[in-house]
C-alpha cells in the first residue's frame, strides 16, 4: 500500500507493546501443558496474525486489530475469573482468549478505500478487503484451526471457542441455542469468553487508551 496512506483508526503504540508482552507469557503458561506450542507460534507467525485487523469494518478494522482484541479478550477472561472465582485453568484461559478468534487470519487483504476530507476532497484511506477461501463458518473454523494446527483442546476449551459468539450465531435454531446454554451451564470458560469477547468489543477495543481515532 501508498506509504502515504492512513488509516482512520491507529492502536496506540504502547498499547500493542503491553500486549506483545502479555502473550509472551502467555505462551509460556500455555507450553506448560501444550509443549508443541513452539511450532504452533512459529506457523502463526508465518500467518497475518500479529498484522490483521479484527474485522473488515467494524471494531479494531486497522492493523494489528486481530491480536490487540484477542489481548483485550485475555485481560477481560483473567479480570472475570478472578473476580467471580471460576477457578478456570490459567493455560485455557490463555488459549481461548488469544485464538478464538483464529479464524480471521489470513482472509483480509489492504485495500485502500474513497473518501471525502473535512474540504469536500476525495482521499483515500486505509481500508480491507474480505476473501475467506476456506468458509467454514467462524467458530467451526476458529476451532478446526487450533485442531489441525496440533493443539490439543480441554473439552471446557472447545466448547468455549465453540460457542464465543453466543446468540448472534444461534438465531432461532433452537438446537443451537440449546446446546449453548448447556455449554453455559457446563462450563464457566465457555461463558465467561463469550461475556470477555463482548466487553473487548463494546469497550476496550475502542477505549481512547487504546486507539487514535484521525480525522481527515
Ligand atoms: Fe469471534
Ligand atoms: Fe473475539
Not at 508482552?21 to 507467525?45: C, H, M, V, Y
Not at 468455549?160 to 432461532?172: D, E, I, Q
Request: aromatic share 10%.
Amino acid at each position: 500500500m501508498n506509504e502515504e496512506i492512513k488509516f482512520e483508526l491507529e492502536i496506540k503504540q504502547e498499547e500493542i507493546e503491553k500486549a506483545v508482552k502479555s502473550f509472551n507469557e502467555d505462551i509460556g503458561i500455555i507450553a506448560q501443558s501444550r509443549p508443541n506450542i513452539t511450532e504452533f507460534e512459529e506457523w502463526l507467525k508465518k500467518t497475518d496474525y500479529f498484522e490483521a485487523p479484527a474485522s473488515g469494518r467494524y471494531h479494531l478494522s486497522c492493523p494489528h486489530g486481530l491480536f490487540v482484541h484477542s489481548y483485550h479478550v485475555v485481560i477481560a477472561l483473567k479480570k472475570m475469573n478472578e473476580s467471580l472465582g471460576t477457578g478456570c485453568r490459567e493455560d485455557s484461559i490463555a488459549l481461548v482468549g488469544w485464538f478464538h478468534d483464529l479464524c480471521k487470519v489470513n482472509r483480509m487483504t489492504v485495500a485502500p478505500k474513497w473518501k471525502k476530507d473535512k474540504n469536500d476532497r476525495w482521499i483515500q484511506v486505509g481500508g480491507y478487503a474480505f476473501e475467506d477461501k476456506f468458509p467454514l463458518g467462524h467458530a467451526t473454523k476458529s476451532l478446526y484451526m487450533l485442531m489441525k494446527k496440533g493443539l490439543q483442546l480441554t473439552k471446557d476449551e472447545a466448547l468455549a471457542v465453540t460457542h464465543h459468539m453466543g446468540p448472534s450465531a444461534v438465531g432461532n435454531n433452537f438446537e443451537l441455542k440449546s446446546a449453548m446454554e448447556n455449554s453455559w451451564e457446563r462450563s464457566p470458560l465457555s461463558l465467561l469468553l463469550h461475556e470477555a469477547d463482548l466487553f473487548a468489543t463494546y469497550q476496550l477495543d475502542i477505549s481512547e487508551d487504546c486507539v487514535i481515532k484521525h480525522k481527515f
